[in-house]
């Protein structure tokens, strides 16, 4: 009766599969054959969009079993991929409810993405997609390759902030679209560079012999280390806008210059020029571009107000850091641990191998 079970499952399964294929290629067919001759609100139309949506929705759900299955194929056939699937397994499994959700939901939505900018051509941000889900991979590499673990909250902020640079940010256009986005951002970015700078040097302070460092050292040392890195991107940002076509420093508006270069006079002395409301750019080939509003700012606005808000994170975390210190000496617990990477102990077989 078994038996009989099984053969009937994997009949149906297979039966399934066929379906889901040819309702696949037949809504690729449909779509390819309507698009170019239909009208948008035609009846024939209408149908082929919604059976295209179920198709889609069929292709998801198998394409989920059909990847089960390979990923089994392969693991069975590769010994070193199958040790590195335990591994990631064991990795999935070590991280908190919410942010194993946090990381699943993401990376689906990113390859949501790159499908949907490889079928529109758009392959700069195919790459960007794809680009992302290996960042997703960093904390985890970080967390083995220097054996400390990073709190859950610290963990899930990471992903997000990845996933709202890359693929809110720059694929979905997010800079543009919603004033303040890259502030935002800026921000979050000193205050986790503040804390794992924190972590690095505090992580040496705990397990040396010859370090006994100030908590007020240890939080000066993080707003230094948040600073430092956020003045090293803004190095990238100018250096992306020299030499590549990219905007990587976002353009202002402005309605005031002071400037000693256009005194006629030579003198060192700033003219200023107050409610610009138009600005007017002559190329060489005659061509002219009108900036309405004022004049164009082309970064440095934008450089200072990113290193002013990365200050802003810096001070924030190297304060929560600073009590942090002082209050785990004492034994009590404090807002800031939820974002310091701790050192994992090491197991009793590898401290004797060592």
């Given amino acids: 009766m078994r038996k009989f079970a099984v053969a009937f499952l994997n009949k149906i399964r297979h039966i399934s599969n066929v379906l889901a294929i040819a309702i696949i290629i037949s809504a690729g067919i449909l779509l390819a ?34 990847g089960r299955g390979i990923n089994d194929f392969i693991r069975r056939k590769n010994p070193a991929y199958d040790r590195f699937w335990e591994n990631h397994v064991k990795t999935m ?11 699943i939901t993401l990376r689906i939505l990113t390859v949501m993405s790159a ?28 967390q083995k390759r220097f054996a ?63 370090l006994h460092l100030s908590p007020l050292y240890l939080a000066l040392t993080a707003f230094c280390f948040s600073m430092t890195v956020g003045v090293l991107w803004e190095f990238i940002e100018y250096f992306g806008d020299q030499f590549f076509p990219v905007d990587m420093q976002k353009d202002t508006i402005v309605t005031t210059v002071k400037s000693i270069l256009i005194n006629p006079t030579g003198e060192n002395v700033p003219v200023i020029l107050k409610d610009i409301h138009e600005t007017t750019i002559g190329l060489a080939g005659g061509e002219t ?29 190297s304060f929560f850091g600073y009590f942090y210190v002082r209050q785990r000496d004492d034994g009590r617990k404090n807002f800031a641990e939820r974002f310091i990477p701790v050192v994992e102990p090491i197991a009793q077989g590898q401290e004797s191998q060592a």
């Avoid at 698009?35 to 198998?62: D, M």
């Avoid at 051509?121 to 970080?142: E, R, S």
């Avoid at 809110?168 to 560079?193: K, Q, R, V």
């Avoid at 309405?292 to 200072?304: C, E, P, S, W």
Wanted: hydrophobic fraction near 55%; charged fraction near 10%; proline fraction near 3%.
């Fill in 33 to 66: 054959y309507a698009l170019p001759r239909g009208e948008p609100s035609s009846l024939f139309l209408l149908l082929v969009y919604n059976y295209s949506v179920f198709a889609l929705v069929v292709l998801i759900f198998k394409s989920m079993e059909w």
């Fill in 93 to 103: 499994n070590a991280k908190g409810r919410v942010t194993r959700g946090i990381y």
């Fill in 115 to 142: 499908v949907a900018s490889l079928l529109l051509g758009q392959y700069n941000q195919f790459v960007l997609a794809v680009f992302t889900l290996l960042l997703f991979t960093l904390p985890d590499i970080i």
């Fill in 148 to 210: 400390v673990r990073l709190p859950s909250t610290l963990e899930s902020i990471i992903y997000c902030f990845i996933f709202a640079a890359e693929v809110l940010g720059e694929i979905n256009n997010f800079y543009g679209l919603i004033p303040g986005w890259d502030t935002m951002l800026h921000t979050i970015n000193g205050f986790l560079c503040a804390a794992i700078g924190f972590a690095l040097v505090d992580m040496l302070n705990r397990n040396s012999r010859h």
């Fill in 289 to 317: 571009f009108v900036v309405q509003g004022g004049y164009l700012d082309i970064g440095i606005v934008d450089t200072m107000k990113d290193l002013f808000v990365n200050f802003i994170g810096a001070v924030v975390f």
